[in-house]
């Protein structure tokens, strides 16, 4: 009889697990609300920015790109609106390898901010948790090249959808201690498509505005879209579903190792 209760005690007493994860909580809410509300800001002064942005080319495109740097990299624009600016201010020649670097870079920056504020605790959350440590580990793995190609490929693939959250992708692939350089391939190759049609898409008008971008994005954008998104869900749903059945073969066959 007694048994249950010092279980139950045991349970209620133990944190929960927003309590466990500390700040990778409130940084996931932070990265969710803040690029589209401050979004609104960068739309309202576009035309005074893109102005001295297409005035000072050099300084312009140097100031921008660390702007988008830094900007994406705490989470405090959308990038989308960010890597129209480049084409819109400086064509697509120019407005799409700086939009590269400013993604590249601002994912950088996220990822070591998020790395360090998360530490252990996400990774300490999974453990308690075998089915979702068995996901991590399918689709982060370290050191053998086939591992590292793998998640490179699943990186990219999570990045490219365009509705796929910049930030709060950035939070959890450090959180889970994605390695450093796999993030940054994957991060590179996965957003070169999208980064790609929202600098032609800036450079295609003439008034840098919410309603003048929506109408210059061609038809066939969110269609393609939604299929992407099905598709990176799709294909990391199947990747967790045969890791956790691994787990469950791995784990029958260790208990029935013995009475053998």
């Not at 605790?121 to 982060?140: E, G, I, M, N, T």
């Not at 390695?179 to 600098?199: E, H, K, N």
Request: proline letters at 7%; a positive charge.
């Amino acid at each position: 009889m007694s048994e249950p209760e010092t279980n139950t005690t045991e349970t209620s007493s133990k944190p929960s697990v927003l309590k466990r994860l500390g700040l990778a909580g409130p940084m996931a809410i932070g990265a969710l609300a803040l690029p589209p509300l401050s979004g609104i800001l960068l739309i309202t002064y576009m035309r005074t920015v893109s102005t001295w942005l297409q005035t000072h080319p050099a300084q312009g495109l140097a100031l921008y790109t660390v702007a988008f740097i830094v900007l994406a990299g705490l989470a405090l624009l959308p990038t989308y609106a960010q890597a129209a600016l480049g084409g819109f201010a400086f064509g697509v020649a120019l407005g799409l390898p700086a939009a590269l670097v400013g993604f590249a870079g601002g994912a950088m920056l996220g990822y070591a901010i998020c790395r360090r504020a998360s530490g252990e605790r996400v990774v300490d959350v999974l453990k308690d948790h075998p089915k979702w440590l068995a996901v991590r580990d399918a689709l982060v793995k370290d050191h053998e090249s086939r591992s590292f190609l793998k998640t490179v490929g699943m990186v990219a693939l999570l990045r490219c959808p365009p509705n796929s959250p910049f930030a709060l992708t950035n939070l959890v692939m450090a959180s889970v201690k994605v390695p450093a350089l796999p993030f940054f391939l994957g991060t590179l190759i996965g957003m070169a498509p999208r980064t790609a049609i929202a600098v032609v898409i800036g450079a295609t008008v003439e008034n840098f505005t919410r309603d003048d971008l929506d109408k210059a994005a061609p038809g066939w954008v969110w269609p393609v879209g939604i299929a992407v998104s099905l598709v990176v869900f799709g294909t990391a749903a199947w990747i967790g579903h045969r890791a956790i059945e691994r787990m469950q073969r791995e784990h029958a066959s260790g208990t029935s190792a013995p009475s053998a």
